[in-house]
């Protein structure tokens, strides 16, 4: 009889992406931890440490309780309520993904996915090594107490005496604000009302960590389209008059050569990634997934926060999969930069868009996309996106889309591409 060897190394994203594949797959543990050479209780923790949790609808039922039948009617406070057990799901291989049967299913659902995974298990491991100890889901869960009452001028203690749920002291709170623990969230001492008028000093916050765009270069995604042909890109970028602002945050979908824009005061990756928060509930998830399953962008400072654009914040679910240009190579996304040149033709580069507005980047989009291109056979994005995302059972489907995204068509005859188009631009 073979004796399984187990290595003793903390799992890296090759292997956690096997245990994904694995549950896709509808593999047990055991031969997962099999194929990577683990411990069946090492896979068993990982996936119950690092799965997400999706809350099934309750529109159309209120209650699985598996005494309904006998009661006849259901009180969620009664101490016999009892949900069905899913073995698949409640033991191996613990995760959703991949069910045969997830369409019909009406339990709650757990999924894994392995570079959530990763990037959780690299935020406890930073985590543990600079000595504190908070969680960053709990770092998170305190930032939105904290914030809006710090904004409002309370102090930490005010704070404290009225939420019994911060389990940490004020002296540990105040540690961790000096540390810079909740700087994401936009908390530093300059937060704390003890503190607004203390001078800040750059020493103490250090140089600023370079992204790690390992696994999301140019070269990962030319591998990515090798193994996934079908899925279509849309190339993202940025178009801005002045270093102040504002700005315009652009799609370009490869396929049907349509560009849409959304305008920004800010150029952060957290004010980029709200467009996709808010695409991706305005479009419901399976056209969002058709649109934005695959981004392709450059490495703008604005872009740089890799989970922000890949994950849905409040799921925590893999949405998009988001790649990066080499420096300097604009060339490796030449549709959406070449289609610039319209925009450019109605918003010249010597043009004040301080008021600029939302709708009119859309009139301006409409326009643009109501334009034929020679490469679409004389056809318009508008028409070619309408055909493609259009279904037998919904032929209005595609124009349907285009309504949720602002997206109008313009009769040819009627299409303009001059700054006279848009009211409230000047020139300087």
Same mark, same amino acid.
């Given at each position: 009889?073979? @004796?399984?060897?187990?290595?003793? $190394? *903390?799992?890296? /994203?090759?292997? =956690?992406?096997?245990?994904?594949?694995?549950? %896709?797959?509808?593999?047990?543990?055991?031969?997962?931890?099999?194929?990577?050479?683990?411990?069946?209780?090492? @896979?068993?923790?990982?996936?119950? $440490? *690092?799965?997400? /949790?999706?809350? =099934?609808?309750?529109?159309?039922?209120?209650? %699985?309780?598996?005494?309904?039948?006998?009661?006849?009617?259901?009180?969620?406070?009664?101490n016999k309520y009892e949900e069905p057990k899913c073995n698949k799901r409640d033991r191996s291989p613990g995760a959703c993904n991949g069910c045969p049967t997830i369409q019909k299913c009406y339990l709650d659902k757990y999924f894994?996915?392995?570079?959530?995974?990763?990037?959780?298990?690299?935020?406890?491991?930073?985590?543990?090594?600079?000595?504190?100890?908070?969680?960053?889901?709990?770092?998170?869960?305190?930032?939105?107490?904290?914030?809006?009452?710090?904004?409002?001028?309370?102090?930490?203690?005010?704070?404290?005496?009225?939420?019994?749920?911060?389990?940490?002291?004020?002296?540990?709170?105040?540690?961790?604000?000096?540390?810079?623990?909740?700087?994401?969230?936009?908390?530093?001492?300059?937060?704390?009302?003890?503190?607004?008028?203390?001078?800040?000093?750059?020493?103490?916050?250090?140089?600023?960590?370079?992204?790690?765009?390992?696994?999301?270069?140019?070269?990962?995604?030319?591998?990515?389209?090798?193994?996934?042909?079908?899925?279509?890109?849309?190339?993202?970028?940025?178009?801005?008059?002045?270093?102040?602002?504002?700005?315009?945050?652009?799609?370009?979908?490869?396929?049907?050569?349509?560009?849409?824009?959304?305008?920004?005061?800010?150029k952060t990756s957290n004010s980029m990634a709200k467009t996709l928060d808010k695409l991706e509930k305005k479009l419901g998830y399976h056209i969002y997934r058709e649109l934005f399953s695959l981004i392709l962008t450059d490495r703008?400072?604005?872009?740089?926060?890799?989970?922000?654009?890949?994950?849905?914040?409040?799921?925590?679910?893999?949405?998009?999969?988001?790649?990066?240009?080499?420096?300097?190579?604009?060339?490796?996304?030449?549709?959406?930069?070449?289609?610039?040149?319209?925009?450019?033709?109605?918003?010249?580069?010597?043009?004040?868009?301080?008021?600029?507005?939302?709708?009119?980047?859309?009139?301006?989009?409409?326009?643009?996309?109501?334009?034929?291109?020679?490469?679409?056979?004389?056809?318009?994005?508008?028409?070619?996106?309408?055909?493609?995302?259009?279904?037998?059972?919904?032929?209005?489907?595609?124009?349907?889309?285009?309504?949720?995204?602002?997206?109008?068509?313009?009769?040819?005859?009627?299409?303009?591409?001059?700054?006279?188009?848009?009211?409230?631009?000047?020139?300087?």
């Amino acid at each position: 009889m073979s @004796i399984q060897i187990h290595n003793n $190394k *903390h799992l890296t /994203l090759h292997e =956690r992406k096997i245990i994904e594949t694995g549950i %896709i797959n509808r593999s047990n543990k055991v031969d997962i931890a099999r194929t990577i050479g683990k411990d069946p209780t090492t @896979i068993a923790k990982e996936i119950r $440490k *690092h799965r997400v /949790l999706r809350k =099934r609808n309750t529109f159309n039922r209120d209650s %699985i309780c598996i005494h309904l039948k006998k009661c006849g009617r259901c009180i969620h406070k009664c101490n016999k309520y009892e949900e069905p057990k899913c073995n698949k799901r409640d033991r191996s291989p613990g995760a959703c993904n991949g069910c045969p049967t997830i369409q019909k299913c009406y339990l709650d659902k757990y999924f894994y996915y392995a570079k959530r995974a990763n990037r959780e298990y690299k935020e406890d491991l930073v985590d543990f090594r600079q000595g504190v100890n908070i969680t960053a889901l709990e770092v998170k869960e305190l930032a939105h107490i904290l914030k809006p009452l710090l904004d409002k001028g309370q102090s930490i203690y005010q704070i404290k005496s009225y939420h019994p749920e911060i389990k940490q002291s004020i002296h540990t709170l105040y540690n961790y604000i000096e540390a810079g623990v909740f700087n994401e969230y936009g908390i530093d001492n300059f937060s704390l009302k003890e503190q607004v008028n203390r001078k800040r000093y750059k020493k103490k916050y250090g140089k600023k960590e370079k992204t790690n765009y390992k696994d999301h270069t140019y070269k990962d995604y030319i591998n990515f389209k090798k193994y996934n042909p079908f899925t279509p890109t849309t190339e993202m970028d940025t178009v801005m008059n002045s270093l102040s602002g504002p700005y315009i945050q652009t799609f370009y979908f490869e396929e049907s050569g349509l560009m849409i824009g959304f305008l920004h005061k800010e150029k952060t990756s957290n004010s980029m990634a709200k467009t996709l928060d808010k695409l991706e509930k305005k479009l419901g998830y399976h056209i969002y997934r058709e649109l934005f399953s695959l981004i392709l962008t450059d490495r703008g400072t604005e872009f740089e926060k890799i989970d922000l654009f890949e994950f849905n914040q409040e799921t925590g679910e893999l949405r998009t999969n988001i790649f990066y240009c080499d420096p300097y190579t604009s060339s490796q996304k030449p549709h959406v930069e070449n289609t610039h040149n319209y925009i450019r033709d109605i918003i010249p580069n010597k043009t004040n868009i301080s008021n600029i507005t939302q709708n009119d980047l859309d009139l301006m989009f409409s326009h643009i996309n109501s334009t034929p291109r020679k490469s679409l056979k004389e056809k318009t994005p508008y028409e070619v996106f309408c055909f493609m995302y259009s279904t037998e059972e919904n032929v209005k489907r595609g124009k349907e889309i285009l309504d949720k995204l602002n997206i109008k068509e313009i009769k040819r005859d009627e299409v303009t591409l001059k700054p006279y188009l848009i009211k409230n631009i000047n020139k300087k």
